[in-house]
């Protein structure tokens, strides 16, 4: 299993980005896809999930309405886009999926929201 972030960059407050993970190793469409990012000193937290077919997504409550997650299945990709972004938003951001009860971890990429 392999997954593999990319879109990170500097943005200014209020721009927006779109987060890509490309996922190899097994069968995508069969899984669950969920982001997750960590900003400095604090713990990992969860941003969003798609259910394998993207019928159904979940988004914590605070990035409601800013961020969208969805899924090319014919393509192995899930993505994040991310809009009206804030210097808050600044971390690290994972995709990941559990896999034969493992979870498995994109390597990240970087976000960072400053003018």
């Known amino acids: 299993v392999q997954l593999v972030e990319s879109g990170g960059g500097l943005v200014q407050p209020g721009g927006s980005l779109r987060l890509s993970c490309a996922a190899s190793g097994f069968t995508f469409s069969r899984y669950g896809m969920g982001w997750f990012r960590q900003a400095p000193g604090k713990e990992r937290e969860l941003v969003a999930t798609?259910?394998?077919?993207?019928?159904?997504?979940y988004y914590v409550d605070s990035l409601k309405g800013r961020f969208t997650i969805s899924r090319d299945n014919a393509k192995s990709t899930v993505y994040l886009q991310m809009n009206s972004l804030k210097p808050d938003d600044t971390a690290v951001y994972y995709c990941?999926?559990?896999?034969?009860?493992?979870?498995?971890w994109g390597q990240g990429t970087q976000v960072t929201v400053s003018s």
């Open positions: 990941r999926t559990v896999y034969l009860s493992r979870a498995y």
């Open positions: 798609i259910s394998s077919a993207g019928g159904s997504t």
